[in-house]
């Protein structure tokens, strides 16, 4: 397994388990389960930079693996943060959906980076 296939299956097993770690969390079940839930969002956005500076050296526009390291930035900021924005408001469910769309785009934006990949034959999926 290459470096990069592995950060991409990374994105996908550590992105799944987010969401339902995410979604027990989201139900009241399992609150003191919360820091592990921030490190395996932390662990994931470390995997969307290692497959995006991964598809730059492939040869990969820059343009897309730019997108997903600034994203990465605003998910790791924005995830550890978002609980503190309307905390008790009813409108805080607002920010827990823009935390779980922030979430999709990053595992989408690694898939992207992998399909853009998988089409130009760069040899980073060698």
């Known amino acids: ?3 990069y296939s592995a950060a991409r299956m990374t994105v996908r097993v550590v992105g799944a388990a987010l969401l339902i770690l995410g979604l027990v969390i989201w139900t ?3 609150a ?3 820091p592990v839930h921030m490190f395996l969002g932390i662990v994931l956005v470390l995997a969307l930079w290692a497959v995006a500076v991964l598809a730059l050296q492939a040869g990969a526009r820059p343009a897309l693996p730019a ?3 600034a994203w990465g930035v605003f998910v790791a900021a924005f995830g550890m943060t978002q609980a503190q924005v309307l905390p008790g ?3 805080h469910v607002v ?3 823009a935390h779980l769309v922030a ?3 990053a595992i989408g934006l690694a898939e992207a980076l992998g399909a853009a ?8 999926t060698r």
Do not use: E, K
Request: proline residues 7%.
């Open 1 to 3: 397994m290459t470096p």
């Open 28 to 30: 009241g079940s399992a």
């Open 32 to 34: 003191g389960l919360v």
């Open 67 to 69: 997108i997903a390291i």
């Open 89 to 91: 408001d009813s409108l």
């Open 95 to 97: 920010i827990q959906v």
């Open 103 to 105: 979430g999709l785009v």
């Open 117 to 124: 990949d998988t089409r130009t034959g760069a040899p980073a």
